[in-house]
């Protein structure tokens, strides 16, 4: 049985959130969560009660537990945003959950903020934005994709820390064991996705997937057929 229902998810008009996502618990369980770079935020609702969770980047994968019933949506920001308040280093596989100002907000900052939803989860941003609550470093994206600015590798080094709580070794790892597991997923051999994905051997390829996304190439392979057995 699938763990959640009435899944769906958008694009964001916000220029710092990378995607929404809102979906309900089908029944109680746990999975496998991979590692994360972007922070999130999550609001659970639960039982008539709601909590507003700020996730910090998460550096290898984990199990999660769900309870049935429960109504989740996850705000991913892109990469580079961040709560200049809450150093990010500090929030390094850290969850988070803000304190309750009314039945239907959360105090964040000294501030108290109406949850938001689905649809107006950009107006929300924008007004973390607007409030210096949230903000965003253009230097990791310019780092990320080789076009580093006129700044002395020190200076760069921090702001990128500063930014993300991550490496750029590290960031570019987590990036390769994604691409290896679309590769995976999308028919690539085990030995072709090492080539392809640039890793030493197999047995990098095996450590680097185990910790990073949870599964091994074998078992991303035998997830892949049972998918296509069931079509």
């Known amino acids: 049985m699938d763990l959640f229902s009435d899944y769906r998810e958008r694009r964001s008009d916000s220029p710092l959130v990378e995607r929404v ?3 309900r618990v089908a029944s109680t369980g746990s999975t496998i969560r991979p590692a994360e770079v972007h922070w999130h935020m999550v609001l659970a609702r639960y039982r008539g009660e709601a909590r507003l969770v700020l996730a910090g980047p998460l550096t290898s994968s984990g199990v999660v537990s769900v309870p049935e019933g429960a109504e989740l949506l996850w705000i991913k920001l892109k990469l580079g945003a961040f709560m200049p308040h809450l150093p990010a ?35 929300f941003v924008n007004r973390l934005v607007a ?6 470093d253009p230097l990791v994206n310019d780092v990320l ?3 580093p600015p006129e700044l002395s590798v020190r200076t760069i080094r ?15 790892q987590f990036g390769r064991a994604q691409q290896a597991a679309g590769l995976l997923q999308q028919g690539a051999t085990i030995l072709d996705t090492v080539d392809e994905a640039g890793y030493y051997d197999q047995p990098h390829l ?3 997937l185990r910790h990073w996304i949870g599964h091994t190439p ?4 035998s997830a892949r057929a049972m998918a296509e057995i069931a079509v």
């Not at 969850?95 to 009314?102: I, K, R, Y």
């Not at 921090?158 to 570019?172: E, P």
């Not at 074998?218 to 392979?221: D, F, G, V």
């Open 218 to 221: 074998a078992q991303i392979l």
């Open 89 to 123: 280093r500090h929030m390094l596989d850290t969850e988070t959950t803000l304190p309750g100002a009314a039945s239907n907000s959360f105090w964040l900052y000294g501030s108290a903020w109406q949850f938001p939803d689905y649809e107006n989860v950009d107006t």
């Open 145 to 147: 994709q080789d076009r």
């Open 21 to 23: 996502q809102q979906a």
């Open 131 to 136: 409030e210096e609550v949230l903000a965003h």
């Open 158 to 172: 921090h702001r990128f820390l500063r930014a993300t709580g991550l490496t750029q070794g590290q960031i570019r």
């Open 206 to 208: 095996t450590r680097s």
